[in-house]
């Protein structure tokens, strides 16, 4: 497979070259016949499927791969479509998927230039069709830059784009990065861990910098295409063409760039193309998930260009982000019943990347609109409880009451007293309510940590607490900083 998920970049990096070989192969062997090509594909597509499936694991794989079709081929152009059951399932793996498959399809057919996914009804059986017939996958700039062409996601915009403060600086940077006025930094080194949407603000870069300059020469691509495509440039003796097409960019956007890492002659490429298109006042944006201290095997002059701009660093989105986030998807979705308690739930739960966040939401619209099965938290649970079991951070019952009595300035003593003085009563419950909110641990449980109380006692606090944030300002306002405090 072309690219292995997980954090064994040796092994990613020995697929792609790998897959480079295969390409090579590929392209010194005749031209074949439609039924030769139809043979090829549905072969290819098994492959593919094998490595994805690997990669990707039988469950995913199951629900979003697996039910895709080979449709139509137009050998001319090098155009793939391929159907999949429902709009909502294309648009997924389109969103997803659409460039690990493309990656994936050149490195074992390079034939396949393009895919195209669509929902409508049609033959399973591959047949060369004219290119008009095909469904665009991005929205493609009419200027290509040399031989590259502009593909951007048209929802990566900065008007989609939600602002917290983990993300802040990235975002005023990359705005800059795609104004008119001349940028006070070159390049932009956008770094976070995976999913908090340093590839959002490429995209936005690309779309808003078109804006301004129409004419501009814009490439964007992932440090994994760059690599496959240098590679290849070489072996066809076109080295110069791709270099000269990467140099003519006014902008030039990398991501994931800890890819190129230990490749000597990719680096040395990146590192004269950066050079160039810096001294002559042109924009470079590269993306990583990590800063350029800690990418090792990188030549130290490659890394003092990439330190010499600015480095913006997101952090992890916070709950206020996580929750506005789903907020603005769903409010694109009037149609949409998604309960004000599964929004907080969905928040409050997927807290590792925003990538998971709105995949999760994602999974479960899908399921309720094929289903017929109405959204609730108890429906959430089931269908994300693989997502959730990875995200929920372990919160015990001490530290919620540690916290409490620091928030409220009690004895710990207290969380297991029997004073029943509101100034204490009140921080107990508000810390049996959490114990239930935040643990899987039981009624019964509770009570016990809390001086052997009674199941219904906990029940009651639990109760009292719910309604209370829904009454009374200033208590909401305690429990969400004291939930902000413990999932920080």
Same mark, same amino acid.
């Given at each position: 497979?072309l690219?292995?998920? #997980?954090?064994?970049?040796v092994?990613e990096?020995?697929?792609i070259?790998a897959?480079?070989n295969?390409? %090579? *192969?590929?392209a010194?062997?005749?031209?074949e016949?439609?039924?030769?090509?139809e043979t090829?594909?549905?072969?290819t597509?098994h492959v593919?499927?094998?490595?994805l499936r690997?990669? &990707? /694991? %039988?469950?995913i794989?199951?629900?979003w791969?697996?039910?895709?079709k080979?449709s139509?081929f137009?050998?001319?152009?090098?155009?793939?479509q391929?159907?999949?059951?429902?709009e909502? %399932?294309a648009?997924?793996?389109?969103?997803r998927y659409?460039?690990? &498959?493309?990656?994936a399809?050149?490195?074992?057919y390079d034939?396949?230039k393009?895919?195209?996914f669509t929902a409508?009804a049609?033959s399973?059986?591959?047949a060369?069709?004219?290119k008009n *017939?095909?469904?665009?996958l991005?929205?493609?700039?009419?200027?290509p830059c =040399?031989?590259?062409?502009?593909?951007l996601?048209p929802r990566m915009?900065?008007?989609e784009?939600?602002?917290?403060?983990s993300?802040?600086?990235? +975002? *005023?940077?990359?705005q800059?990065m795609?104004?008119?006025e001349?940028p &006070?930094?070159s390049?932009?080194?956008?770094?976070?861990?995976? /999913?908090?949407g340093?590839t959002h603000l490429?995209h936005?870069? =690309?779309h808003?910098?078109?804006a301004?300059?129409?004419?501009?020469r814009?490439?964007?691509?992932s440090a994994?295409?760059?690599?496959?495509?240098?590679v290849?440039?070489?072996r066809r003796?076109?080295a110069?063409?791709?270099?000269?097409?990467?140099?003519?960019a006014?902008?030039?956007?990398?991501?994931?760039?800890?890819?190129i890492? #230990?490749?000597?002659s990719?680096?040395?490429?990146f590192?004269?193309?950066?050079?160039s298109?810096i001294s002559r #006042?042109?924009r470079?944006v590269? %993306?990583?998930?990590r800063?350029p201290q800690a990418?090792?095997?990188v030549?130290?002059?490659?890394?003092s260009r990439l330190?010499?701009?600015?480095?913006?660093?997101?952090?992890?989105?916070? +709950?206020e982000?996580?929750?506005?986030i789903?907020?603005?998807?769903?409010?694109?979705?009037?149609?949409q019943d998604?309960?004000?308690?599964?929004?907080?739930?969905l928040?409050?739960?997927?807290?590792? *990347?925003?990538r998971? +966040?709105e995949? /999760?939401?994602?999974?479960? +619209?899908a399921y309720?609109?094929l289903?017929?099965?109405?959204?609730t938290?108890?429906l959430?649970?089931e269908q &994300?409880?693989d997502?959730?079991?990875?995200c929920r951070?372990?919160?015990?019952i001490?530290e919620?009451q540690?916290t409490?009595?620091e928030?409220y300035r009690?004895d710990?003593?207290?969380?297991?007293?029997?004073?029943?003085a509101?100034a204490?009563a009140r921080?107990?419950?508000?810390?049996?309510?959490?114990?239930?909110?935040?643990?899987?641990?039981?009624?019964?449980?509770? =009570?016990?940590k809390? #001086?052997?109380?009674d199941h219904?006692?906990v029940?009651?606090?639990v109760k009292?607490?719910?309604?209370?944030? =829904?009454?009374?300002?200033?208590?909401?306002?305690?429990?969400?900083?004291?939930?902000r405090?413990?999932?920080?």
């Open positions: 497979m690219v292995a998920q #997980g954090s064994d970049e092994g990096k020995h697929a070259e897959a480079i295969v390409a %090579a *192969n590929l010194t062997q005749k031209p016949n439609q039924d030769e090509v090829r594909l549905a072969d597509w593919i499927c094998a490595g690997r990669d &990707l /694991g %039988a469950q794989f199951g629900q791969i697996k039910p895709i080979l139509r137009d050998s001319a152009s090098g155009e793939l391929v159907v999949l059951p429902s909502f %399932a648009n997924w793996v389109r969103d659409a460039e690990r &498959l493309l990656l399809w050149k490195a074992h034939a396949v393009k895919i195209t409508k049609g399973a059986r591959i060369q069709v004219k *017939n095909a469904v665009p991005h929205e493609t700039s009419d200027a =040399g031989k590259f062409r502009l593909d996601d915009t900065f008007d784009f939600i602002a917290g403060h993300n802040v600086l990235a +975002l *005023n940077a990359s800059r795609a104004s008119p001349k &006070l930094f390049p932009l080194y956008l770094q976070s861990s995976t /999913g908090q340093k490429m936005a870069i =690309g808003a910098y078109r301004e300059f129409p004419d501009a814009v490439i964007y691509m994994e295409r760059f690599m496959i495509e240098f290849s440039a070489m003796n076109e110069m063409e791709f270099k000269a097409s990467l140099r003519d006014d902008l030039l956007m990398i991501d994931d760039i800890q890819f890492v #230990g490749k000597n990719t680096q040395e490429e590192l004269h193309t950066v050079d298109l #006042g042109k470079v590269v %993306a990583a998930d800063p990418l090792d095997g030549d130290q002059r490659l890394l330190s010499m701009g600015l480095v913006a660093d997101i952090q992890s989105a916070g +709950l982000l996580r929750r506005d789903l907020q603005h998807r769903l409010a694109s979705m009037p149609h998604v309960p004000e308690d599964v929004v907080e739930f928040a409050r739960t997927i807290s590792r *990347n925003l998971e +966040l995949g /999760g939401l994602n999974k479960l +619209l309720s609109q289903t017929g099965r109405p959204i938290k108890e959430a649970e &994300l409880s997502i959730l079991s990875a951070r372990r919160i015990t001490d919620i540690r409490v009595c928030y009690l710990r003593n207290e969380m297991s007293s029997k004073r029943r509101r204490v921080p107990r419950q508000v810390a049996m309510y959490l114990a239930k909110v935040m643990t899987p641990r039981s009624y019964p449980e509770i =009570g016990r809390f #001086g052997g109380r219904s006692t029940i009651h606090a009292l607490v719910e309604q209370l944030r =829904g009454e009374d300002t200033e208590m909401d306002n305690d429990v969400r900083m004291l939930l405090q413990l999932e920080s």
